[in-house]
Nanobody, 124 residues
Framework: QVQLVESGGGLVQAGDSLRLSCAAS????????MGWFRQAPGKEREFVAA????????YYADSVKGRVTISRSNAKNTVYLQMNSLKPEDTAVYYC?????????????????WGQGTQVTVSS
């Protein structure tokens, strides 16, 4: 059974940093690309960042580029999202997801497994 468990969310002030983690089990982690998405109240789930199977290629949404870094440890079956200079508009539930392949995609349908999400709230 595949499980993705996010952690690291919380309530922070604008300008602060957070590091989200996603621990994966039940799949051969090193063979899948991984992604982070977010969903704010009343809005559709949107792509944030993705990383390929080896960690050698990453891709970011324009809205977070320069403020966010995605990384992974295949030894620990974990993917991370370091978020700096947080803004109130970053407030959302953040979801970790495993792609259906080893290469990067940015759409929800390309991801086969999802975590339960972790809330990030940024106050102004």
């Amino acid at each position: 059974q595949v499980q993705l468990v996010e952690s690291g969310g919380g309530l922070v002030q604008a300008g602060d940093s957070l590091r989200l983690s996603c621990a994966a089990s039940g799949l051969t982690f090193s063979t899948f690309a991984m992604g982070w998405f977010r969903q704010a109240p009343g809005k559709e789930r949107e792509f944030v960042a993705a990383i390929n199977w080896s960690g050698g290629t990453t891709y970011y949404a324009d809205s977070v580029k320069g403020r966010v870094t995605i990384s992974r440890s295949n030894a620990k079956n974990t993917v991370y999202l370091q978020m700096n200079s947080l803004k109130p508009e970053d407030t959302a539930v953040y979801y970790c997801a495993a792609d259906r392949t080893s290469t990067i995609h940015t759409t929800v349908l390309e991801y086969g497994y999802w975590g339960q999400g972790t809330q990030v709230t940024v106050s102004s």
